[in-house]
Structures are given as C-alpha cells and as structure tokens.
C-alpha cells in the first residue's frame, strides 16, 4: 500500500492542524493505520493508531488533544491535532500494516513537517 501524508505546517502553541493520509494500492479497510512522529535529534515514537472498525489507541502524551479517524470509503486516514505545543514539533508519518498498534508497520508515508512555535 502506498501513502501519502500532507496537512503539516507552521501553527502557533494553543492552535490545531489536521493531518491527512491517503492511501492507494490496496483494500484501505485491511489495515490498520497508525501515526508515528520524530522530533529533531529524537526517535522516532509511535503516537495512535486505529483500526479498520474505529477502534482507537493513543499515547498518553497526545491523549485529549489528538483524534485519529479514518474514512474507509475515502481510503484517508486523519490525525487531527488540537492544543498544540512546542514539544509537539516533529515530522509525522502514517503507517499500515495488518496488526493494529504494530511499533515496526510494513508500510509509511513520506513524512509531514509540523513546526509549533511559542
């Protein structure tokens, strides 16, 4: 399956984004997707992930301040992001894979620049 993300940016703390991730070549409702994010000098971290019915995992870092949704119809998976910090300013990459909450996914998008400014 391939992915797409898109919808990062530069956002002032306290703002919102939306993120998107549209997939393609396979039957989107097979996977699990998830997010994942790397922050400068950081590893990589696994965020949420969700499965094909709806049913959602967060961290607690981004719990109350994220929502991850997915429309199967649309194959797009959304990461959207509330009451952002500084600390949130990363690179943020979807993911897919069969095993929903996977840390190692078979599949990742290219990676979406968030930058929160104070």
């Known amino acids: 399956v391939q992915l797409q993300a898109s919808g990062g940016g530069l956002v002032q703390a306290g703002g919102s984004l939306r993120l998107s991730c549209a997939a393609s070549?396979?039957?989107?409702?097979?996977?699990?997707m998830s997010w994942f994010r790397q922050a400068p000098g950081k590893e990589r971290e696994f965020l949420a992930a969700?499965?094909?019915?709806?049913?959602?995992y967060y961290v607690d870092s981004v719990k109350g301040r994220f929502t991850l949704s997915r429309d199967n119809a649309k194959n797009t998976l959304y990461l959207q992001m509330n009451n952002l910090k500084p600390e949130d300013t990363a690179v943020y990459y979807c993911?897919?894979?069969?095993?929903?909450?996977?840390?190692?996914?078979?599949?990742w998008g290219q990676g979406t620049l968030v930058t929160v400014s104070s």
């Open positions: 969700i499965r094909s019915s709806g049913r959602t």
């Open positions: 993911a897919a894979d069969m095993i929903f909450m996977t840390t190692t996914p078979d599949y």
């Open positions: 070549g396979r039957t989107f409702s097979d996977y699990a």
